[in-house]
């Protein structure tokens, strides 16, 4: 079974900086996309940034410039670097794996996407 655990959120003040990352564990040969989404009191969870296993990325026109996403393969880790924080930035990020093959060589697994639990992003004015 494939797990992500966040880490690195808590509470900044406006123009500054954190840096969150996300460790996938559970005998994982590859993951095809990692992302990071986030969800703000009374609002849909969106879309903030996602890297391909090619390093491919895709980021929120909202975050363009400030956010950078990065990945490391070999430990099945993604981070997100995040800069020029502003108060709109506020909400729980969570971290998404997609495509991902885990399992032994006997007995291959395939999810779809997996998901974690979240970490809060507070950001003061």
């Known amino acids: 079974q494939v797990q992500l655990l966040e880490s690195g959120g808590g509470l900044v003040q406006a123009g500054g900086s954190l840096r969150l990352s996300c460790a996938a564990s559970?005998?994982?040969?590859?993951?095809?996309?990692m992302g990071w989404y986030r969800q703000a009191p009374g609002r849909q969870r969106e879309l903030v940034a996602s890297?391909?296993?090619?390093?491919?990325?895709n980021y929120a026109d909202s975050v363009k410039g400030r956010f950078t996403i990065s990945r490391d393969n070999a430990e099945n880790t993604v981070y997100l670097q995040m800069n020029s924080l502003k108060p709109e930035d506020t909400a729980v990020y969570y971290c998404?794996?997609?495509?991902?093959?885990?399992?032994?060589?006997?007995?291959?697994?395939?999810?779809?996407?997996?998901w974690g639990r979240g970490t809060q992003v507070t950001v003061s004015s």
């Open positions: 998404k794996a997609e495509g991902v093959l885990y399992g032994s060589s006997m007995n291959p697994q395939f999810s779809r996407d997996d």
């Open positions: 890297v391909g296993s090619g390093g491919r990325t």
């Open positions: 559970g005998a994982i040969f590859s993951i095809d996309i």
